[in-house]
């Protein structure tokens, strides 16, 4: 009997194309400025330039951090300033719909805290779906943790990374507010080795527009009422 052979996809003829840090970090960006941009209605853009770190932090006034896992693993934190918080929250709370009277009118409102924990859940959803379809890799996140700080409080995933990196980037507002994002993650090169089309995406516009009619002001501390066990052992190793 002959056997029948399944052919395997055609190596690429062109040199591989490699995707390290810098790439993931643009990808994280891009999803950074598009979600808040279509959340919110004012224009979010970022620095063409990236700082190395040595150490990732959560910093005054809101700090936000969720944990990646999964084809590599990583710490995104994204520190707002109490401006750049308030302007996002309200930008986003009046293009829903909401009246003036409605909104909380101080950073410390935990309001505040729970709609910005929203805008992050939606950033790092759109990120790891790009991951998926773009690097064919699969990663889960943890549920997004805000904390109010009055002090910088360091944060460091070391012990889960092999070859840690940590990068900077400065984001604008449309009022010119600035608020900063960290990416923490394994040194590791993505390499094309043969070639594929991207999954399509789905339309965001079309998925924001099915998110905003069930979602109420109400809705966002429930939507935080259940933390990762991961996020919690890192906030009792923080004494918090």
Not at 126 to 154: A, C, G, H
């Amino acid at each position: 009997m002959g056997c029948t052979f399944l052919s395997s996809p055609a190596m690429s003829p062109h040199p591989p194309i490699a995707h390290n840090t810098e790439d993931v970090l643009l990808s994280l960006c891009n999803s950074v400025s598009h979600v808040l941009t279509l959340a919110t209605q004012c224009q979010i853009r970022y620095s063409g330039m990236v700082q190395r770190i040595n150490k990732t932090s959560l910093k005054p006034d809101i700090g936000c951090f969720v944990l990646v896992d999964g084809g590599f693993s990583g710490l995104v934190i994204i520190n707002f300033s109490a401006d750049a918080a308030m302007e996002l929250y309200r930008s986003y709370m009046l293009s829903m719909g909401m009246g003036e009277s409605d909104l909380a009118s101080s950073y410390t409102s935990d309001d505040v805290s729970n709609v910005m924990g929203e805008l992050m859940n939606q950033v790092v959803g759109d990120f790891t779906s790009k991951v998926q379809r773009e690097l064919q890799t699969y990663i889960t996140q943890s549920q997004p943790k805000m904390i109010r700080l009055n002090k910088q409080v360091n944060l460091s995933v070391d012990a889960n990374l092999d070859s840690p990196e940590a990068r900077r980037v400065t984001f604008y507002t449309g009022n010119h507010n600035i608020f900063y994002l960290e990416l923490a993650m394994d040194r590791t090169e993505f390499i094309k080795a043969v070639d594929f089309v991207p999954q399509d995406r789905p339309d965001p516009d079309a998925l924001m527009a099915q998110a905003r009619p069930a979602t109420r002001p109400g809705a966002h501390a429930a939507s935080h009422g259940n933390d990762s066990p991961d996020t919690d052992e890192l906030l009792k190793s923080l004494g918090m």
